[in-house]
């Protein structure tokens, strides 16, 4: 099912989220050098990576996300099939290999 054109389209979360988006690899490619001596230190530094990692995926997800939404592409929503009862297959009995 189609979703109708009354819906509102998330222009300015696509901003937003874009914005941010380029504004965090902007900053992490700006300052490389001091962001990977800064978590080479470890101790809790060494969970900057990974926090990095999460946090640019999800904002770069929304970014994507809402980019879809405002150019109008979703996925496809399949329905169920319902099977019969007559197609159902047959239990499977154990069998002893003496």
Do not use: C
């Not at 998330?10 to 988006?21: C, E, N, S």
């Not at 300052?31 to 904002?59: E, K, M, N, R």
């Not at 929304?62 to 319902?82: D, M, P, Y």
Request: aromatic residues 14%; proline residues 4%; glycine residues 8%.
């Amino acid at each position: 099912m189609a979703t109708s054109q009354s819906d509102k389209k998330p222009i300015g979360r696509t901003l937003v989220f874009g914005a941010l988006t380029a504004a965090f690899y902007t900053g992490f490619f700006a300052y490389g050098d001091a962001i990977a001596a800064q978590f080479a230190q470890g101790s809790f530094w060494a969970a900057g990576p990974i926090a990095t990692v999460f946090a640019v995926s999800y904002l770069h997800g929304e970014f994507a996300s809402n980019l879809w939404a405002t150019l109008g592409i979703s996925a496809v929503h399949k329905e169920a099939r319902k099977t019969a009862e007559a197609t159902k297959r047959p239990a499977q009995r154990p069998v002893l290999n003496a």
